[in-house]
């Protein structure tokens, strides 16, 4: 952690910032918080961060999206529209804590940040707009956070407007994620213009800000909970019913403190330590039912401070997470590459999401997903788009490593073959199965919805073209970059038309090339009609070798059925034919008849909704494997353009938000 401290100070040299605003103070994974912010777009999911940052020190000005000059959204193309487009990382102190932030982007077109981001979280913040509550994009990140079951706590932002409501919130929280939020604040100044403080009716506390009065709200007064009852008796009276509906509330889902209050009979002798415990216990368990959940503005600089407390109080370290796949690694290292960034000086960067073990800038990886060993250039913590050089980082940590070419988002790193090796021994599979035994699970990449031609303006310009589709591609797994065997048209998937524009505008601004976009295409797909079943025979012939593959194959359509599944046949004939195949060549064969399935006849989509059954196999003498794998394609094209196919377009649930007067 020393060198985090001796880095951190370089960066504070540049920006004039005092050493004693920035201190960390580091004694294990306990004092360490990863944590993401999620929200809808326009939630203030990057305002909050910014005052984030300043309140700790790290930065000696606020950025606002508004003007453009924000720390986390560095890109010309997150500052000229003024939207998140790209998960930022950086790491700051607060509280002799160690917090490293992501913010993620709250636009549907770029959810493949938000899923990359869950997959290396131990806790999350989700914002509400406090004058919308729920809206679409929360529900999409909620559902996100559910899958990798990441805790939650909540930040109703955006007090300050007039059409904000705490109640209307919460109300929309429990019909549309399903949970009891647990409100530890209340506001003081009412909800609008004149919302100015919070009582915490944990400690019952109070704390007021100066509007505007040019600090950026760094300099709050603090009310304690006798000072409250004797000048602000009104608002003390109110915090304490909130606080006793909040106590009995608790009780529900927390049994320690239900049986608390059983035996005192009483809400009133609930320490603050005793109701911050059970919160805790709550905000640690993401099935728990409830919400924690925190009020503020942080565009009016209210509330940020106590959000900041929450985050250390309230969201899990490391080692409050307990991951069943990362102790098959002991204290070795291990890690899981969730991000990739190309940087123009440093190269290629690699964002690893340490688990288990140290790891040293003297160290060579072995990617256990391509089975090679790489060496190590430089290790480097993130601080958004700057990169401080670091010696070591332990579990539990976000590391930036420098100079490995093979590394994609999802894979994972351990130290040498030996680890892998071992894991495999214990896990007693063969070499084909080691990637499934010793590779951590990865984010889910979600399929495109939309796609078009690009094309670049000149052959001259064809290879720096070939160049940034490679890099842009590495960086984001949700972008599909495809030939058209038919046209020889290279074909983008995306995520939406802004995700592609973004591309377009990418590869302009980074690499030079302005590429022309052909008409956006919908993602449909490919449906069978009707039940087929056939016999085929597949015969290739490679120099003085022939290759055969011979398979019985049914397709049969499952409405409903989502990706197609490939299944062998019970019965004692089909057993029989299997019996005579390696295991590797039945693997193989499934891998083919997959693979045949990801384009239709009719439109080359990919084909949903089926079972192919196999009910004889044979593989000719000598036949290689890649030709098995092409064989089973091949013949399961053939069967599916017997049993006919139709397109199936997307289906969207779409809500509409308005006011009452304009129904």
Not at 15 to 27: A, E, M, P, W
Not at 202 to 213: G, I, P, T
Request: include cysteine.
């Amino acid at each position: 952690m020393l060198v985090l401290i001796r880095h951190c100070q370089k960066y504070l040299d540049r920006c004039k910032i005092s050493q004693s605003s920035l201190r960390f103070t580091h004694s294990g994974s306990g004092n360490i918080r990863n944590v993401g912010i999620m929200a809808h777009i326009d939630a203030g999911k990057t305002t909050t961060t910014e005052r984030m940052l300043f309140y700790s020190g790290y930065s000696a000005k606020v950025g606002e999206v508004h003007t453009g000059d924000t720390v986390m959204d560095y890109l010309d193309q997150e500052r000229d529209r003024g939207i998140t487009i790209t998960s930022a990382a950086i790491t700051f102190p607060w509280r002799q804590h160690q917090i490293n932030l992501i913010d993620t982007p709250g636009h549907v077109d770029f959810t493949m940040e938000v899923e990359r981001s869950m997959a290396v979280l131990d806790g999350g913040v989700v914002v509400l707009d406090g004058s919308a509550g729920v809206e679409a994009q929360t529900v999409t990140v909620w559902r996100q956070a559910d899958r990798y079951g990441v805790p939650r706590i909540a930040y109703i932002n955006k007090l300050d407007k007039p059409a904000a409501s705490v109640s209307k919130t919460v109300a929309s929280m429990e019909k549309r994620l399903a949970v009891q939020p647990l409100v530890t604040q209340i506001g003081l100044g009412g909800e609008g213009k004149n919302f100015c403080g919070l009582v915490d009716l944990v400690s019952m506390q109070a704390f007021k800000w100066r509007l505007k009065d040019g600090n950026w709200g760094k300099s709050f007064s603090s009310v304690s909970g006798a000072e409250l009852k004797t000048s602000m008796y009104d608002s003390w009276e109110v915090a304490m019913r909130a606080r006793e509906e909040l106590i009995e509330a608790v009780t529900d889902y927390d049994s320690v403190l239900a049986e608390h209050v059983i035996e005192t009979e009483s809400f009133e002798d609930v320490s603050e330590s005793d109701l911050k415990s059970a919160l805790r216990r709550v905000a640690l368990s993401p099935s728990s039912g409830a919400l924690v959940t925190f009020l503020g503005s942080s565009y009016a600089n209210v509330g940020v401070q106590p959000l900041m407390n929450a985050i250390v109080d309230y969201c899990p370290s490391p080692l409050d997470r307990e991951n069943e796949d990362v102790k098959k690694f002991g204290n070795n290292f291990s890690g899981l590459v969730f991000k990739i960034i190309h940087h123009p000086m440093k190269g290629v960067l690699c964002f690893v999401r340490v688990y288990s073990g140290r790891l040293t800038n003297k160290d060579s990886v072995y990617n256990v997903n391509h089975k090679k060993t790489e060496k190590i250039g430089k290790l480097y913590l993130a601080f958004a788009d700057d990169f401080m050089e670091a010696g070591e980082v332990d579990a539990g940590n976000i590391v930036v490593i420098a100079g490995l070419k093979l590394a994609q988002t999802g894979d994972t790193l351990v130290l040498n073959k030996s680890i892998v090796s071992a894991i495999e021994a214990q896990a007693d599979t063969d070499d084909d199965n080691v990637v499934t035994n010793a590779a951590l699970v990865g984010p889910l990449v979600p399929d495109p919805v939309v796609f078009c031609s690009v094309e670049p303006p000149s052959l001259a310009e064809q290879k720096q073209f070939e160049l940034a589709l490679a890099c842009l591609g590495r960086e984001d797994p949700s972008l599909k970059i495809t030939q058209d065997m038919e046209t020889g048209q290279t074909v983008l998937g995306g995520m939406g038309e802004l995700h592609l524009e973004i591309i377009r505008d990418r590869i302009l601004s980074t690499y030079k090339v302005e590429v022309e976009l052909g008409k956006l295409q919908v993602a449909y797909r490919e449906v069978p009609d009707n039940q087929a079943r056939k016999m085929v025979n597949f015969t290739r012939s490679l120099g003085d070798k022939q290759h055969t593959v011979t398979l019985e194959v049914e397709i049969e359509p499952v409405t409903g059925g989502g990706k197609p599944k490939v299944v062998f046949a019970k019965d004692r004939e089909a057993q029989d034919s299997f019996a005579k195949l390696r295991p590797k060549q039945l693997r193989k064969i499934t891998e083919g008849l997959k693979s045949g399935l990801d384009s239709g006849p009719l439109l080359s989509f990919p084909v949903l909704d089926c079972v192919v059954v196999v009910h004889r196999a044979e593989v000719g003498r000598g036949t290689q494997d890649t030709m098995v794998v092409a064989g089973s394609a091949s013949i399961v094209k053939e069967v599916l353009a017997n049993a006919g196919v139709r397109l199936a377009e997307p289906v969207m649930v779409l809500e509409v938000s308005t006011e009452q007067e304009m129904v």
